[in-house]
Protein backbone atom coordinates (compact mmCIF):
# COMPACT_ATOMS: atom_id res chain seq x y z
CA UNK A 1 0.00 0.00 0.00
CA UNK A 2 2.98 2.30 0.82
CA UNK A 3 4.79 1.75 -1.99
CA UNK A 4 1.59 2.06 -4.21
CA UNK A 5 1.57 5.58 -2.82
CA UNK A 6 5.52 6.22 -3.19
CA UNK A 7 4.67 5.35 -7.10
CA UNK A 8 1.73 7.47 -7.29
CA UNK A 9 3.85 10.20 -5.96
CA UNK A 10 6.86 9.77 -7.98
CA UNK A 11 4.71 9.28 -11.27
CA UNK A 12 3.14 12.60 -10.60
CA UNK A 13 4.30 15.12 -13.64
CA UNK A 14 5.54 17.82 -10.66
CA UNK A 15 7.86 15.52 -8.76
CA UNK A 16 11.20 15.65 -10.49
CA UNK A 17 11.26 19.32 -11.53
CA UNK A 18 10.47 20.22 -7.77
CA UNK A 19 12.89 17.03 -6.74
CA UNK A 20 15.77 19.01 -8.89
CA UNK A 21 14.37 22.41 -7.89
CA UNK A 22 15.03 21.08 -3.99
CA UNK A 23 18.50 19.83 -4.76
CA UNK A 24 19.26 22.76 -6.35
CA UNK A 25 18.25 24.78 -3.84
CA UNK A 26 19.75 23.01 -0.89
CA UNK A 27 23.10 23.63 -3.19
CA UNK A 28 22.63 27.15 -2.82
CA UNK A 29 21.80 27.00 0.50
CA UNK A 30 25.35 24.88 1.42
CA UNK A 31 27.50 26.26 -1.04
CA UNK A 32 26.17 29.90 -1.94
CA UNK A 33 27.01 32.85 0.13
CA UNK A 34 24.51 34.95 1.11
CA UNK A 35 21.50 33.01 -0.79
CA UNK A 36 18.76 33.03 2.01
CA UNK A 37 20.01 36.77 2.74
CA UNK A 38 16.74 38.64 2.42
CA UNK A 39 16.54 42.58 3.24
CA UNK A 40 14.07 44.59 3.74
CA UNK A 41 14.45 48.12 1.82
CA UNK A 42 12.02 50.56 1.87
CA UNK A 43 9.10 48.04 2.43
CA UNK A 44 10.52 45.90 -0.63
CA UNK A 45 12.59 42.23 -0.27
CA UNK A 46 15.65 42.02 -1.74
CA UNK A 47 18.25 39.27 -1.98
CA UNK A 48 19.26 36.61 -4.26
CA UNK A 49 15.75 34.54 -3.95
CA UNK A 50 14.06 37.63 -4.50
CA UNK A 51 16.26 38.29 -7.78
CA UNK A 52 15.87 34.49 -9.19
CA UNK A 53 12.37 35.44 -8.71
CA UNK A 54 12.14 38.50 -10.41
CA UNK A 55 14.43 37.22 -13.37
CA UNK A 56 12.37 34.52 -13.98
CA UNK A 57 9.31 36.16 -14.41
CA UNK A 58 9.44 37.25 -18.38
CA UNK A 59 11.15 32.93 -18.65
CA UNK A 60 8.17 31.52 -17.12
CA UNK A 61 5.82 33.83 -19.06
CA UNK A 62 7.38 32.87 -22.35
CA UNK A 63 7.57 29.35 -21.37
CA UNK A 64 3.71 29.17 -20.77
CA UNK A 65 3.09 29.74 -24.47
CA UNK A 66 5.71 27.59 -25.65
CA UNK A 67 4.49 24.80 -23.44
CA UNK A 68 1.20 25.29 -25.84
CA UNK A 69 2.27 25.77 -28.98
CA UNK A 70 4.67 22.31 -27.73
CA UNK A 71 1.51 20.75 -26.62
CA UNK A 72 0.70 20.58 -30.67
CA UNK A 73 4.04 19.31 -31.33
CA UNK A 74 4.95 22.71 -32.28
CA UNK A 75 7.89 25.05 -31.54
CA UNK A 76 8.52 28.28 -31.65
CA UNK A 77 12.37 29.71 -31.26
CA UNK A 78 11.32 33.38 -32.77
CA UNK A 79 9.97 34.37 -28.93
CA UNK A 80 13.44 35.90 -28.36
CA UNK A 81 13.09 38.18 -31.40
CA UNK A 82 9.46 38.86 -30.64
CA UNK A 83 10.17 40.22 -27.34
CA UNK A 84 13.00 42.60 -28.71
CA UNK A 85 10.32 43.78 -31.29
CA UNK A 86 7.90 44.31 -28.15
CA UNK A 87 10.61 46.65 -26.30
CA UNK A 88 11.02 48.11 -29.35
CA UNK A 89 7.41 48.95 -30.10
CA UNK A 90 7.18 50.39 -26.32
CA UNK A 91 10.21 52.22 -25.79
CA UNK A 92 9.78 54.50 -29.63
CA UNK A 93 6.18 54.86 -28.56
CA UNK A 94 7.30 56.36 -24.95
CA UNK A 95 9.94 57.98 -26.05
CA UNK A 96 13.50 59.00 -24.92
CA UNK A 97 12.61 62.22 -23.62
CA UNK A 98 15.57 63.39 -21.24
CA UNK A 99 12.91 65.33 -19.30
CA UNK A 100 10.62 62.10 -18.60
CA UNK A 101 8.08 62.87 -20.40
CA UNK A 102 6.41 60.24 -22.35
CA UNK A 103 6.04 61.16 -26.12
CA UNK A 104 2.68 58.72 -26.17
CA UNK A 105 0.46 57.45 -23.14
CA UNK A 106 2.44 54.26 -21.51
CA UNK A 107 -0.81 52.24 -21.89
CA UNK A 108 -0.99 52.83 -25.62
CA UNK A 109 2.68 51.78 -26.15
CA UNK A 110 2.05 48.87 -24.45
CA UNK A 111 -1.32 48.06 -26.11
CA UNK A 112 0.44 48.65 -29.34
CA UNK A 113 3.30 46.23 -28.28
CA UNK A 114 1.29 43.18 -27.51
CA UNK A 115 -1.08 43.94 -30.44
CA UNK A 116 2.30 43.78 -32.54
CA UNK A 117 3.90 40.52 -31.11
CA UNK A 118 0.74 38.79 -31.46
CA UNK A 119 0.38 39.63 -34.90
CA UNK A 120 3.68 38.01 -34.80
CA UNK A 121 2.66 35.18 -33.62
CA UNK A 122 -0.47 35.10 -36.00
CA UNK A 123 2.32 35.03 -38.58
CA UNK A 124 3.94 32.02 -37.36
CA UNK A 125 0.37 30.60 -36.70
CA UNK A 126 -0.68 30.97 -40.55
CA UNK A 127 2.42 29.43 -41.61
CA UNK A 128 2.49 26.60 -39.73
CA UNK A 129 -1.54 25.99 -39.64
CA UNK A 130 -2.62 26.81 -43.18
CA UNK A 131 0.91 26.61 -45.21
CA UNK A 132 1.64 23.59 -43.48
CA UNK A 133 5.37 24.24 -43.50
CA UNK A 134 7.36 22.97 -40.08
CA UNK A 135 7.27 24.74 -37.03
CA UNK A 136 10.83 25.27 -36.59
CA UNK A 137 11.15 26.56 -40.38
CA UNK A 138 8.47 29.01 -40.04
CA UNK A 139 9.61 29.96 -36.75
CA UNK A 140 12.96 30.23 -38.11
CA UNK A 141 12.48 33.21 -40.15
CA UNK A 142 10.97 35.43 -37.74
CA UNK A 143 14.17 34.42 -35.38
CA UNK A 144 16.52 35.24 -38.26
CA UNK A 145 14.44 38.67 -39.76
CA UNK A 146 12.83 39.70 -35.63
CA UNK A 147 15.90 41.30 -34.33
CA UNK A 148 15.89 43.43 -38.20
CA UNK A 149 13.15 44.64 -37.91
CA UNK A 150 13.52 45.67 -34.72
CA UNK A 151 16.58 47.62 -35.66
CA UNK A 152 14.11 49.34 -38.10
CA UNK A 153 11.42 50.26 -35.48
CA UNK A 154 14.62 51.60 -33.35
CA UNK A 155 16.71 53.00 -36.26
CA UNK A 156 19.46 51.26 -35.34
CA UNK A 157 19.58 53.19 -31.75
CA UNK A 158 19.09 51.59 -28.33
CA UNK A 159 16.46 53.73 -26.82
CA UNK A 160 16.84 54.87 -22.90
CA UNK A 161 13.18 55.72 -21.55
CA UNK A 162 13.44 58.21 -19.08
CA UNK A 163 10.24 57.75 -18.23
CA UNK A 164 9.71 56.70 -14.51
CA UNK A 165 6.16 54.47 -15.26
CA UNK A 166 8.18 53.01 -17.31
CA UNK A 167 10.37 51.09 -15.63
CA UNK A 168 7.83 49.03 -13.25
CA UNK A 169 6.66 46.60 -15.16
CA UNK A 170 10.10 44.67 -14.24
CA UNK A 171 11.67 46.78 -11.18
CA UNK A 172 8.58 47.89 -9.59
CA UNK A 173 7.01 46.20 -6.34
CA UNK A 174 3.91 45.08 -5.25
CA UNK A 175 2.96 43.56 -1.39
CA UNK A 176 6.99 43.70 -1.19
CA UNK A 177 7.57 41.45 -4.30
CA UNK A 178 8.89 42.17 -7.90
CA UNK A 179 5.81 43.07 -9.45
CA UNK A 180 6.59 40.78 -12.71
CA UNK A 181 6.24 37.67 -10.75
CA UNK A 182 2.29 38.77 -10.41
CA UNK A 183 2.17 39.34 -13.78
CA UNK A 184 3.39 35.96 -14.33
CA UNK A 185 0.61 34.45 -11.80
CA UNK A 186 -1.95 36.23 -13.53
CA UNK A 187 -1.51 34.85 -17.00
CA UNK A 188 -0.84 31.25 -15.52
CA UNK A 189 -3.78 31.69 -13.89
CA UNK A 190 -5.76 32.84 -16.64
CA UNK A 191 -4.55 30.48 -19.02
CA UNK A 192 -5.43 27.53 -16.51
CA UNK A 193 -8.79 28.33 -15.85
CA UNK A 194 -9.47 28.47 -19.46
CA UNK A 195 -7.74 25.45 -20.17
CA UNK A 196 -9.51 23.86 -17.35
CA UNK A 197 -13.08 25.12 -17.81
CA UNK A 198 -13.70 24.99 -21.49
CA UNK A 199 -13.31 22.61 -24.22
CA UNK A 200 -9.93 24.60 -25.63
CA UNK A 201 -7.69 22.53 -23.44
CA UNK A 202 -9.33 19.47 -24.48
CA UNK A 203 -9.47 20.08 -27.84
CA UNK A 204 -5.79 20.91 -27.66
CA UNK A 205 -4.47 17.83 -25.99
CA UNK A 206 -6.33 16.48 -28.66
CA UNK A 207 -4.46 17.82 -31.27
CA UNK A 208 -1.38 17.20 -29.78
CA UNK A 209 -2.11 13.26 -29.21
CA UNK A 210 -3.88 12.66 -32.79
CA UNK A 211 -4.40 15.34 -35.28
CA UNK A 212 -5.72 12.81 -37.72
CA UNK A 213 -8.66 11.35 -35.21
CA UNK A 214 -9.15 14.76 -33.74
CA UNK A 215 -10.19 16.11 -37.49
CA UNK A 216 -12.12 13.41 -38.03
CA UNK A 217 -14.36 14.23 -34.37
CA UNK A 218 -15.13 17.57 -35.70
CA UNK A 219 -11.79 19.37 -33.94
CA UNK A 220 -10.32 22.35 -36.49
CA UNK A 221 -7.14 21.46 -35.71
CA UNK A 222 -5.87 24.49 -37.78
CA UNK A 223 -7.58 27.27 -35.87
CA UNK A 224 -6.12 25.15 -31.89
CA UNK A 225 -2.31 25.28 -33.89
CA UNK A 226 -3.17 29.33 -34.76
CA UNK A 227 -4.29 29.77 -31.86
CA UNK A 228 -1.05 28.58 -29.85
CA UNK A 229 1.06 30.45 -31.83
CA UNK A 230 -0.65 33.61 -31.16
CA UNK A 231 -0.81 33.26 -27.66
CA UNK A 232 2.65 32.10 -27.39
CA UNK A 233 3.36 35.67 -29.31
CA UNK A 234 1.26 36.99 -26.89
CA UNK A 235 3.22 35.90 -23.96
CA UNK A 236 6.64 36.85 -25.72
CA UNK A 237 5.69 40.36 -26.04
CA UNK A 238 4.56 40.69 -22.31
CA UNK A 239 7.98 39.30 -21.44
CA UNK A 240 9.45 41.69 -23.85
CA UNK A 241 7.62 44.47 -22.00
CA UNK A 242 9.54 43.10 -19.24
CA UNK A 243 12.91 42.73 -20.27
CA UNK A 244 12.81 46.52 -21.47
CA UNK A 245 11.67 47.79 -18.46
CA UNK A 246 14.14 46.06 -16.36
CA UNK A 247 16.95 47.84 -18.12
CA UNK A 248 14.79 50.71 -19.10
CA UNK A 249 15.29 50.60 -22.78
CA UNK A 250 14.71 48.90 -25.83
CA UNK A 251 17.88 46.93 -26.64
CA UNK A 252 17.31 45.19 -30.12
CA UNK A 253 19.89 43.01 -30.34
CA UNK A 254 20.36 41.72 -26.81
CA UNK A 255 17.20 41.75 -25.23
CA UNK A 256 15.60 38.22 -24.91
CA UNK A 257 18.90 37.31 -26.77
CA UNK A 258 18.76 32.98 -26.53
CA UNK A 259 15.64 32.61 -24.11
CA UNK A 260 13.91 30.94 -26.57
CA UNK A 261 16.51 28.15 -25.85
CA UNK A 262 15.91 28.72 -22.17
CA UNK A 263 12.05 28.73 -22.72
CA UNK A 264 12.25 24.94 -24.71
CA UNK A 265 14.48 23.68 -21.97
CA UNK A 266 12.16 25.02 -18.83
CA UNK A 267 9.34 23.00 -20.76
CA UNK A 268 11.07 19.94 -20.92
CA UNK A 269 12.36 20.24 -17.63
CA UNK A 270 8.72 21.13 -16.57
CA UNK A 271 8.46 17.20 -17.39
CA UNK A 272 6.53 18.27 -20.99
CA UNK A 273 7.14 15.82 -23.53
CA UNK A 274 8.10 17.94 -26.91
CA UNK A 275 5.63 15.33 -28.90
CA UNK A 276 2.79 16.50 -27.89
CA UNK A 277 0.20 15.96 -26.00
CA UNK A 278 -0.66 16.26 -22.22
CA UNK A 279 1.25 19.10 -20.51
CA UNK A 280 1.59 21.13 -17.40
CA UNK A 281 1.78 25.10 -17.15
CA UNK A 282 2.62 24.50 -13.91
CA UNK A 283 5.68 22.01 -14.60
CA UNK A 284 6.49 24.99 -17.29
CA UNK A 285 7.04 27.22 -14.33
CA UNK A 286 9.26 24.92 -11.92
CA UNK A 287 11.48 24.65 -14.85
CA UNK A 288 11.89 28.26 -15.66
CA UNK A 289 12.33 28.42 -11.80
CA UNK A 290 14.94 25.75 -12.16
CA UNK A 291 17.08 27.34 -15.26
CA UNK A 292 17.40 30.65 -13.41
CA UNK A 293 18.15 28.82 -10.48
CA UNK A 294 21.30 27.83 -12.31
CA UNK A 295 22.28 30.66 -14.16
CA UNK A 296 22.17 33.01 -10.95
CA UNK A 297 23.96 30.49 -9.02
CA UNK A 298 26.75 30.15 -11.39
CA UNK A 299 26.68 34.22 -11.59
CA UNK A 300 27.00 34.01 -7.85
CA UNK A 301 30.43 31.56 -8.08
CA UNK A 302 32.12 34.28 -10.57
CA UNK A 303 30.89 31.97 -13.94
CA UNK A 304 32.06 33.74 -16.85
CA UNK A 305 28.82 34.74 -19.24
CA UNK A 306 31.26 32.62 -21.73
CA UNK A 307 31.42 29.64 -19.92
CA UNK A 308 28.06 29.51 -18.86
CA UNK A 309 26.55 28.08 -21.45
CA UNK A 310 28.83 24.85 -20.78
CA UNK A 311 28.11 24.63 -17.42
CA UNK A 312 24.13 25.13 -17.73
CA UNK A 313 24.44 22.20 -20.71
CA UNK A 314 26.30 20.00 -18.21
CA UNK A 315 23.98 20.45 -14.94
CA UNK A 316 21.29 20.02 -17.62
CA UNK A 317 22.75 16.96 -19.21
CA UNK A 318 22.30 15.39 -15.39
CA UNK A 319 18.97 16.85 -14.77
CA UNK A 320 17.70 14.88 -17.92
CA UNK A 321 19.42 11.77 -17.19
CA UNK A 322 17.74 12.11 -13.61
CA UNK A 323 14.22 12.67 -15.43
CA UNK A 324 14.63 10.19 -18.06
CA UNK A 325 11.68 7.12 -18.36
CA UNK A 326 14.61 4.82 -17.69
CA UNK A 327 15.79 6.20 -14.64
CA UNK A 328 12.61 6.45 -13.51
CA UNK A 329 11.94 2.93 -14.51
CA UNK A 330 14.94 1.82 -12.14
CA UNK A 331 13.96 3.37 -9.45
CA UNK A 332 10.01 2.54 -9.61
CA UNK A 333 11.97 -1.33 -9.59
CA UNK A 334 13.74 -0.46 -6.19
CA UNK A 335 10.66 0.81 -4.51
CA UNK A 336 8.53 -2.27 -5.67
CA UNK A 337 12.28 -4.84 -4.82
CA UNK A 338 12.18 -3.00 -1.50
CA UNK A 339 8.37 -3.84 -1.05
CA UNK A 340 8.96 -7.11 -2.08
CA UNK A 341 11.89 -7.72 0.48
CA UNK A 342 9.59 -6.07 3.54
CA UNK A 343 6.60 -8.26 3.00
CA UNK A 344 9.17 -11.02 2.94
Known amino acids: MQNKSI ?3 TQNRLFWPLVILILITIYNVLFTNGFTKIEIKEGHLYGMIIDIINRASSLMIISMGMTLVVATKGID ?16 IVGGNVSGVPQHPY ?28 PIIATLILLV ?31 GLPFSIFLALLIFFILTITLKNTAY ?28 YIISGFCAGVAGLIISSIIKCADSNNAGLNIEL ?17 FSLAGSLLGALIVQSITTSMYAKGVSPEVLPVVKAIVVVIICIIQSEQTRYFMRSLFAKGGQLSNE
Open 262 to 278: DAILSVALGGNSLNGGK
Open 7 to 9: SRI
Open 77 to 92: ISVGSVAAISGAVAAS
Open 107 to 134: WFAVLVALLVSSLMGLWNGLLVSRLGIQ
Open 201 to 228: GLFLQATGINPKASKFVGINIKNIILSV
Open 145 to 175: AGRGIAQLITEGQIITVYYKPYSYLGNGFLL
